[in-house]
């Protein structure tokens, strides 16, 4: 099988370098501050990336989870997608963004080289939220000899997980976006916590984990430690993936 590379650049985004091509999760890459959600209370991010754009290097491939909060989607994030050939993302989100956009709805494809780019559900907080905080997706990336992908963007939901499970088989490389994350808006959480990551993993059979959206923002509650725990607790430790920002694994 060949090998994969993810590097963890910081909050959402990742570096996944997958059958040839180099794809980019979620770009965030202002600096600290605060930032404004539909003209409304802000999101505090603490933390910047740890490569600035500039060094990030020819990308084929953004996957978007989605583009309407500024920790998923920043400035130059968006500045960045008019260099970058295909914008895989909500069928929403593609009618805002326009340009390389491509919506790719539950469960339908897209193929890039080698490589097949499935949409599917991601819950960004409890049923009915999406009326609060919009449309997300998750991807699953497949390509023969090469291991299968998902990257859950920000959903909250194991019965999500669940439904990726059954429709996939199990999952080789899971890419988590799991700080528990929670805003005064809403008296629930927005992403899984450490306590769901692992349980996602058990569902998923997923032969790794890789973290992301753990550090950075201040509306995360759950981080690094509590992943560990929470791995460990379940027997799972030896799956968990653990990257810091700017580390990256091959798998």
Do not use: C
């Not at 899984?192 to 993993?201: G, V």
């Amino acid at each position: 099988m060949a090998s994969t590379r993810i590097q963890v650049i910081g909050g959402p985004t990742a570096l996944i370098e997958y059958g040839g091509l180099r794809l980019l999760t979620d770009p965030t890459f202002d600096p600290p501050g605060d930032y404004p959600v539909n003209a409304g209370r802000g999101l505090a991010k603490t933390d910047g990336p740890a490569v600035p754009v500039e060094q990030i290097g020819h990308i084929d491939v953004v996957l978007l989870s989605h583009d309407e909060h500024p920790d998923n989607l920043d400035k130059t994030g968006r500045q960045m997608l008019a260099d970058v050939p295909l914008v895989l993302t909500t069928v929403t989100g593609a009618e805002r963004l326009g340009g390389t956009a491509k919506a790719l709805p539950n469960w339908q494809s897209a193929t890039v080289g080698g490589v097949t780019v499935i949409g599917v559900p991601a819950l960004h907080g409890p049923r009915g939220a999406e009326a609060v905080v919009g449309e997300v997706i998750g991807f699953v990336l497949t390509g023969d000899g090469l291991p299968t992908v998902y990257v859950s963007g920000d959903n909250a939901s194991l019965d999500v997980v669940e439904e990726v499970a059954f429709h996939t088989g199990p999952i080789d490389v899971a890419v988590l976006f799991a700080g528990g994350a929670r805003v005064p808006v809403m008296n629930a959480y927005l992403t899984l916590t450490s306590a769901h990551a692992a349980r996602a993993a058990a569902i998923l059979d997923a032969k790794a984990v890789v973290p992301v959206h753990i550090e950075g923002w201040q509306h995360f509650t759950q981080g690094p430690g509590t992943i560990r725990d929470a791995f460990a607790e379940r027997g799972l430790g030896d799956r968990l993936v653990l990257l810091e920002a700017g580390e990256s694994a091959e798998f």
